[in-house]
């Protein structure tokens, strides 16, 4: 069965510390993405990685980073958290289906971070 | 012009009732378009997805319109059930993004007994 797993289910954290968010899948995919949730604001992008060692912006990057140095784990990293990054982040990765070009993203459950 | 304008915000709809979320886009590249099902304390799942080459996609009491001309597209759930109270989230895919989805701002749902 297909599975994606966040490291945390809940995460609270001070501000201005490091904060390392790690997310692992077991289907070989090539794709991986780091969303952020928030009420109203849907799925945003952060980041995601198309291979290892590979990275690509998403559309709110400022304030984060990532790594992915195997192809299993992608890894979202707070320099320096900020209140404002309070919010559930999500992890998901993806292949093309066979004999077509459409990906299904596969999510975790989720990480919810507070930073006080 | 990268925007999937998802509406309502949120739905109140009797067991039994039609539920009704719409989205529409711009882009003429997007060339696949999933919905996704979130329930709470879980990750979004695929529900059911469409291709722009058809106007229907039927999967039990899930179906998806397509209107390419108009760039609309929109999810029914027939005899909607409690069970299906849930965050929906339609999406959109660039031709060559390599899997890129661009997601609406998501559907509270809620299916009163």
């Known amino acids: 069965d297909v599975k994606v797993t966040q490291s945390s289910r809940y995460l609270v954290k001070r501000t201005g510390e490091k904060v390392f968010l790690e997310c692992v899948q077991d289907?070989?995919?090539?794709?991986m993405f780091w969303y952020r949730q928030d009420p109203g604001l849907g799925l945003r992008l952060i980041y995601f990685?198309?291979?290892?060692?590979?990275?690509e912006k998403g559309d709110i990057p400022e304030g984060y980073s990532v790594s992915r140095e195997k192809k299993e784990r992608f890894s979202l990293i707070l320099e320096s958290a900020s209140t404002n990054q309070t919010s559930m982040y999500l992890c998901?990765?993806?292949?093309?289906?066979?004999?077509?070009?459409?990906?299904?993203?596969?999510f975790g459950p989720g990480t919810r971070l507070t930073v006080t | 012009q990268q925007q999937v304008k998802q509406s309502p915000q949120s739905l109140i709809v009797q067991k039994g009732g039609i539920s009704i979320i719409n989205c529409a886009y711009e882009?003429?590249?997007?060339?696949?378009f999933p919905w996704y099902q979130q329930f709470p304390g879980k990750g979004p799942a695929l529900l059911i997805a469409?291709?722009?080459?058809?106007s229907e996609k039927k999967e039990g009491r899930f179906t998806i319109s397509f209107n390419k001309s108009a760039k609309q597209f929109s999810l029914h759930i027939m005899d909607s059930q409690p069970g299906d109270s849930a965050t929906y989230f339609c999406?959109?895919?660039?031709?060559?993004?390599?899997?890129?989805?661009?997601f609406g701002k998501g559907t509270k749902l809620s299916v009163k007994p």
């Open positions: 998901a990765s993806s292949s093309p289906t066979s004999g077509a070009v459409t990906y299904e993203q596969y």
């Open positions: 289907m070989d995919h090539e794709n």
């Open positions: 990685s198309y291979d290892v060692k590979m990275k």
């Open positions: 882009n003429t590249a997007f060339d696949y």
């Open positions: 469409i291709r722009p080459d058809v």
């Open positions: 999406a959109a895919q660039n031709r060559g993004s390599q899997g890129n989805l661009i």
